[in-house]
Nanobody
């Protein structure tokens, strides 16, 4: 059983920063590819960033240059550093995982967290 728990969300003004964390319990975190997916009210889920088990990274065009995804295998944790936040970044941010494989906008994810709310005020 793989359990994902997100933290670090909150309310921030436009231009501010937040760092999200996703702690994974279960075995072999280093063999999982991971991603951040977000969902705004009334909208479909949107891929934000992914990192493979071998640390390859991908980003949505809307966050390139502002967000950085990373992982710490010693801590079984994935991070999303979000800088220069915009009101349109407001959403519930969920982390997702799958055994190895790609980590892009077309990946099918096997495990999901409950999400953490990010609200950016203008």
């Amino acid at each position: 059983q793989v359990r994902l728990v997100e933290s670090g969300g909150g309310l921030v003004q436009a231009g501010g920063s937040l760092r999200l964390s996703c702690e994974v319990s279960g075995r072999s975190f280093s063999s999982y590819s991971m991603a951040w997916i977000r969902q705004a009210p009334g909208k479909e889920r949107e891929f934000v960033a992914g990192i493979t088990w071998s640390a390859g990274k991908s980003y949505a065009d809307s966050v390139k240059g502002r967000f950085t995804i990373s992982r710490d295998n010693a801590r079984d944790t994935m991070y999303l550093q979000m800088n220069s936040l915009k009101p349109e970044d407001t959403a519930v941010y969920l982390c997702a995982a799958r055994w190895r494989g790609a980590a892009t906008d077309t990946t099918t994810w096997a495990y999901w967290g409950q999400g953490t709310q990010v609200t950016v005020s203008s």
